[in-house]
């Protein structure tokens, strides 16, 4: 072989080895870039979504509570029960009994392990006032509860124990502009930030607008558009509303159910509800996580709860089950 030849031989398979290099080289770029891609939703990142807020199984005790399936005011119940951590839990219902009557009344569960729970009292903890969807805030050492009214009127009451209940009317919610925003308003969920509230409601589902106030019972919208709007994930298409907000790291969590089918509400309708979370910043922006629902089934009203060691996630419609967070890759 000649000089020349060998040379271009030597040449030819060091090219070939660069231009191998370079290929190598951009393959593991792309790799990288797919990994990041498949973090990325928009508006945000899996990395938004910590395991603590979004993955959960079911223990094997479910469901934990349910009616009574007997000749009770509460032989049924119904969303959005509330469960606060107060050195015991406490789970406020809605129970109902339409062969006895057609309100929707407000009972009390107490529990020292939140898995076996005690009613409080074999009666209503109110009689006369429709209270269903309830929300409950503890602020300054007063218990504040927001609940629908019947015709998803929201309503505010006050206890100082969590037991005796005093109505303080319903809720006045005003558009940006100043116009009085006429019922139904339903579902309020609120969340208390150095002395700012903020009010979290749905109107027939439709999506989740956002309101502010000084005192609990007068609110103005932020925008006239909603903050949270249906889809386009197919779990939550035909309606969202919100059931409670949660600061985790610096950032908001949104637990909110939702449903694929926009006619729920007609008589005969088939719809399973679902347990979702959405991510913001600010309160306005939110981001839905990309695996929703977080648990499996119809099941829906999803409330989490800090017992001070672990967050634990309750679901309270129409059955109570409990799910333990799951830190599993």
Known sequence: MSYINMKTLYINKKMKASYF??????????????????????????????SQMVRFLPIAENPIFKGTGKATWDRNIRERGYILYDG????????????????RFLGLALSKDGIHWKRFSERPLLKGLWTEDMQVVKYNDLYYMFAEGKNDVSHLLTSLDGIEWTPQGKLSIYNVNGDSIVPPYGTPTVWVENDRKYLFYERNDLGVWL????????WTNVQEE?????????????????????KYHGKYYMFYHGSANPDWMKPGAQAEWTSNVAMSKDLINWTKYPQNPIVKGDHSSNILV????????????????????????
């Open 226 to 246: 909603p903050v949270l709007k249906m889809g386009p994930l197919n779990n939550d298409s035909g309606a969202v509303a919100a059931n409670q907000i949660v």
């Open 88 to 103: 015991i839990y406490k789970m406020w219902y809605t129970g109902y009994n339409d062969s006895i009557s057609e309100e």
């Open 21 to 50: 290099k370079m290929w190598f080289l951009l393959a593991l770029v792309a790799m990288g870039c797919r990994d990041q891609q498949t973090k990325k939703t928009e508006g945000g990142s899996m990395d938004d979504f910590p």
């Open 211 to 218: 309101a502010t106030s000084n005192d609990f019972r007068t």
């Open 306 to 329: 800090f017992n001070g060691k672990e967050h634990i996630l309750y679901t309270t419609h129409d059955n109570v089950w409990k799910y333990d967070h799951h830190n599993s890759n």
